[in-house]
């Protein structure tokens, strides 16, 4: 989420700040209002939202829910991303489905939003969930408008009605009708309607776009906004509601590097909520908008709930049953770990994902620098192996790493610290699935930490002397080494015998010991 990057790291620097305070005085709560207020504008938020919602933080930051809290300052992160949240929509809002099909969807915009690749993400999301989309061409104005959705729509999966070559011939409003009927006899429960989009907010666009919301009578009007367009993102929403309406919006090119802020302001400002986001190139980087995941991921608190969905849509089940039964029998193989690799792939980009983790903002170096190529190089240095190389790791000698390492692109060192990596993975996943402690490379074995395992053997206490005074205790750890101390000796302030400690007199050996031990 490149676009709040610049976001994050200024309110992460501000709470940081706040966190070596143990109470919070009205200056301290000023300098920090202070400084989000700064980095909102620079994030090009609108001046009226950056107000209202400075307001609400300085007001609740100043009550006693802070100043009665243990960790003000955590409360603090708290009552801004709870009020980030209402800026953002509050609640996540889900399409409305027509009561009876199709559903009808309506996409507009300016053109250079993303409405046409977004109508491709949009059907390829609504068929992954059971359903029928179709996509209209209706931008006739646009040069190869219909070509791309065309294109897109093979792309996705979903079947395309373009009855019309576009470049400025035919009538958007009738390819719009008939589409929806053509829908309706065809049996798809749902209708994307992508419609021609200008340079800028002027009478034409907004004339037909009102032309076809009439004709069609869609269910839902999406209003399609480039993140990186800066304060025109407002005046252009205000412009479309006033002119069409709309229910709900999307962003696109949440990827980019621009400052993106003025995205945080439409749902405040237009009072329609964020349904989805666009958050790369990809057909399938696209997502539902959960305005409580957004801020968190704003304020590097991480989201771990779309974190886990992606990983429950790409990983099977009963694959990762039959994974760890293996890693529990020791026969965990090099084609299970490609196979492992390419679901990790199927998730989506790595960068991305750990991104999603709590704190990724303190790794930013890190991960900028993280290469995706090295997935694809350690799949091509697998599948160059033999099937019984794969089973069997330990037929790898040299000449077959040479071979591979040449089949594969890649050095004998490279094939090497695959090798490697696999079998301590290998070897520590075996010793978790069987309840022990793994031992991580470079740690050594995890202390404390029980996986449920049998307990192991109490290594018996070390005798000796437990006297304060080094020359003394040097003295008894000898005489006991020696065998002219027992071992029970030690147990009394002035390392008489059990005897003594319970009162009763140290024996003959005792005393001759102790005057040994003394040098008399």
């Known amino acids: 989420m490149a676009t709040f990057g610049n976001l994050s790291d200024r309110l992460a620097e501000t709470f940081k700040n706040l966190r070596t305070k143990g109470k919070l005085s009205a200056a301290d709560v000023d300098g920090t209002v202070r400084e ?97 989309p179709i996509l209209v061409a209706a931008d006739l104005q646009r040069p190869n408008a219909v070509t791309q959705l065309q294109v897109v729509g093979a792309q996705a999966g979903v079947p395309v009605y373009a ?33 021609a989009g200008r340079l800028g907010v002027d009478a034409e666009l907004m004339k037909q776009a009102a032309d076809i919301r009439r004709a069609i009578d869609p269910d839902e009007v999406l209003f399609v906004i480039d993140a990186m367009i800066g304060q025109d993102a407002v005046a252009t929403a205000k412009a479309f509601q006033d002119g069409v309406d709309f229910t709900g919006v999307v962003l696109s090119k949440l990827d980019g590097d621009a400052r993106g802020g003025a995205a945080l302001s439409v749902a405040s400002m237009t009072g329609r909520p964020i349904m989805f986001a666009s958050t790369g190139e990809g057909l399938d980087d696209f997502e539902p908008f959960h305005p409580d995941r957004m801020a968190s991921r704003i304020l590097d608190l991480g989201d771990i709930l779309t974190l886990i969905e992606q990983a429950q849509g790409a990983f099977d089940e009963e694959e990762a049953r039959k994974v760890a039964e293996k890693f529990a029998t020791d026969s965990f193989t090099l084609d299970d770990f490609l196979g492992q690799m390419q679901q990790l792939r199927n998730m989506g980009s790595i960068k991305k994902m750990m991104g999603m983790l709590p704190g990724a903002g303190a790794m930013k170096a890190q991960l900028d620098n993280f290469d995706e190529r090295e997935i694809v190089r350690t799949e091509a240095i697998i599948q160059s192996m033999t099937k019984a190389e794969r089973t069997t790791p330990k037929l790898l000698n040299g000449s077959r790493r040479l071979r591979i ?116």
Do not use: C, Y
């Open 163 to 195: 009855p019309e070559p576009g470049n400025g011939v035919g009538n958007p409003v009738a390819v719009a009708r008939d589409g929806v009927k053509f829908a309706e006899q065809k049996l798809h429960d749902v209708v994307i309607v992508d419609t």
């Open 405 to 520: 390492a040449r089949g594969s692109g890649s050095t004998v060192t490279e094939v090497n610290q695959l090798v490697q990596r696999f079998e301590q993975a290998a070897k520590m996943m075996k010793t978790v699935a069987k309840g022990g402690m793994p031992n991580i490379p470079g740690m050594g074995p995890i202390q404390g930490a029980g996986f449920g395992g049998g307990r192991g053997k109490q290594q018996p206490k070390k005798k000796g002397s437990k006297s304060g005074n080094p020359a003394k205790r040097a003295a008894e750890n000898a005489a006991l080494a020696s065998g002219t101390l027992p071992a029970s000796a030690g147990g009394t302030g002035f390392g008489l015998g059990a005897k003594a400690a319970k009162g009763g007199a140290p024996t003959e050996e005792e005393l001759a010991a102790l005057q040994k031990m003394l040098g008399r």
């Open 36 to 132: 989000i207020r700064r980095a909102l504008l620079d994030a090009d938020v609108a001046l009226e939202v950056v107000k209202d919602f400075t307001g609400k933080i300085r007001e609740r930051a100043l009550g006693d829910e802070v100043n009665q809290a243990l960790n003000p300052a955590q409360q603090v992160v708290q009552i801004v991303n709870e009020e980030l949240v209402q800026i953002l929509g509050g609640q996540q809002r889900r399409l409305e489905f027509a009561k009876k099909p199709p559903t009808i969807i309506m996409l507009a915009g300016l053109q250079g939003a993303g409405k046409t690749t977004l109508a491709g993400k949009l059907a390829k999301w609504l068929a992954k969930d059971g359903h029928t």
